[in-house]
Structure formats: C-alpha cells, structure tokens
C-alpha cells in the first residue's frame, strides 16, 4: 500500500486564505485585535454555502499587512509540499483585499513573494490563480485583471471565478475573454451547486480550461463529452462537497466514481484544507477508502493533475517520472 502524501502530485484547486494554519490565523487575528472566526471552534458545522461564504469573509478580514500575506503563503509551501505536493495552483481572492487595504499590489506582491521563499525553502512551485467573487460587480473583476496581468511574468498563471454560483458565468464573460488574449488561463468555478448549465456557461462564455469542483455534469451526457473532446479537467474536492450541506448528501454519494468512469479527466483537490482540516493527502485518502480504488488509481489521479496543470513540460515530466517511481516502490 503507497504512502499518499508522498504520492508526488500537483494541487490544483486550493484556496489560499482556506489553507492558514489555524494558530497563524489565530496570532494574525491577536495582532490586528480581532477574534478567530467561529468556523475555528470545535464542533461548527456549516449550515450553508451562504454561512460558509460570511466565515470566509471573516478570515480574509483577519489579513491587513504584507507580512500576513508573505508568512501565509510560505507556510503554505511548507504544509504543501509535506503532503507530497511539487506543484500547485493557488486561488487568491484579490479582490477581497485590494480595496480593504487600499492597495491591489501589496498582496499579491507579497503572496508571490512568500512562495518564492517557500520554493527555496522546500522546493515546490506555486503558481497563482487571481479570481473573483461572482457576487461582486464586473468592475471588481477588471482591476483584479487588470493587477494579475501586470505579475503574470511573476507567477500569475489564471484568471478564476468563485463565489455563489447563482451568479452565472455569462455576467464576467468580457473580462474572461481579455484573461484569456492576455495571456492568462481561465479555471472558474462551475456546477458545484448548481447545475450542467453552468458549467456550459464556463465553457462557452469563460473559455474554460479547467473546471473548479464540475460535479454537476455527471447530469448531462451530452456534457460529458463536449468536456471529454475539448480536454477540460475537472478540479473534485471530496470534503468540501460534503461538508457545506446541500451540496453532496454524503461521502458514498459522491460522483466521483461515475466522473471517472465516464472517462473525464478528474483531479483530487483540497480546496480550503485548513477550515475542513482537510489536507490533500487525505483526500487521496478518503477517495481510496470510500470508494475502494487501488494504487494504480491513485497514481493515475496523481498523473491527471499534473497533465492538467499548467506547469511547464519539463517540470510535469519530471513530476511523472516520479509518480512511476512511487507506484513502482508501492507494490
Ligand atoms: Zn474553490
């Protein structure tokens, strides 16, 4: 049996400000002479996605100086690359703290800035994803382009989409256009809670690349396959399905055995581990327990999210070579 976090993988679907350690988050908060959000107490249960939106809010609250930003992302680098991670794609709000702080600069700078130390430090590579709350005007969305593109030579790698789904795709479709003739890869979020039309709008009106969470279009056929012909990856996470009520009953009831057995590309994501404490290792983990899949399984989602990153080719084939190796030293 493979040891999981030191199966090597890429981590494609990870929110930044979900993956603070909940005692840097705690002495951040001390600093700034604010209380830990609830979500932090033993025992909280989401009661939905709108509970989980307002306790999100209040961590990104938590956040006010660049040596937040710059310690959080080295952090995560470190937390990552423990779970087997030599790869990752990172979500960061920017526009939750560009106004806030009066500055849309200072925290990306100082994220980017944090995972360069974090890279030589412990030798992973961490990419960023800027994306949007779909709840917040177009307007928001442009300076957030408008900043990603300016760092896109410093490790800004795609445009994304995130939030309440009942906002559709279609409101951002302009900006998603520019993303993309700038020169940026677009990975919104679709069909996590509401359903295959959404993601159709990803796909047609955002150019999607890369689907965050797509679960829904296990309803659609058609769907299926339009996702299959165009390549388009989908970014699962178990614990975040299940654990915002509403979304997945239960972790049997998941579809991610039907999603890979329609032949998708599927990848297994952590999206915010630190509120689920849920870390991408595990993960792996629970999609190999609850629904029985071997190792050659799991080297073989390993595999799918390195073939749907971003990453140069060289770095993936090397991150492949050592898949084969794990699952050569595994049996
Ligand atoms: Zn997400």
């Known amino acids: 049996m493979g040891d999981l976090s030191s199966l090597p993988k890429a981590h494609l679907h990870v929110h930044l400000e979900g993956s603070i350690r909940p005692r840097t988050l705690s002495e951040i908060a001390a600093r700034h002479r604010l209380t830990l959000p609830a979500c932090f107490e033993k025992g909280y249960r989401f009661r939905d996605f709108a509970d989980f939106n307002l306790q999100y809010r209040a961590i990104r609250a938590c956040l006010r100086e660049a040596r937040d930003f710059r310690r959080i992302a080295f952090e995560f680098c470190q937390d990552e690359a423990a779970q087997g991670v030599r790869y990752a794609e990172v979500t960061f709000t920017l526009g939750a703290h560009g106004p806030r702080l009066e500055s849309w600069e200072m925290p990306l700078e100082s994220v980017l800035e944090g995972f360069e130390a974090g890279r030589e430090r412990f030798g992973i590579t961490c990419r960023v994803i800027v994306d949007h709350g779909r709840s917040k005007p177009p307007e928001l969305a442009w300076r957030a382009l408008e900043t990603a593109l300016r760092y896109r030579d ?113 990848t297994i994501n952590s999206d915010t581990p630190a509120i689920f404490s849920a870390p991408i290792a595990s993960e792996y983990e629970l999609a190999k327990k609850t629904f029985g899949l071997n190792d050659e399984a799991m080297a073989e989602l390993a595999r799918a999210s390195v073939t749907a990153s971003f990453a140069g080719e060289s770095a993936k084939s090397s991150i492949q070579s050592e898949i084969s190796r794990w699952l050569e030293e595994s049996r």
């Open 154 to 266: 410093r490790g800004v790698v795609g445009f994304g989409l995130g939030g309440d789904e009942k906002y559709p795709p279609e409101i951002f479709a302009d900006v998603f256009h520019a993303a993309v003739d700038g020169g940026l890869h677009s990975v919104p979020h679709a069909g996590e809670i509401t359903g295959p039309e959404s993601i159709r709008g990803a796909l047609v009106a955002l150019r999607a690349e890369r689907i965050g969470h797509g679960i829904s279009a296990i309803e659609d056929q058609s769907l299926v396959e339009e996702l299959k012909s165009r390549g388009v990856a989908l970014e699962v996470c178990l614990t975040s399905n299940v654990a915002i009520p509403a979304l997945v009953p239960s972790i049997d009831r998941h579809p991610l055995p039907r999603l890979i057995d329609a032949g998708l590309t599927v």
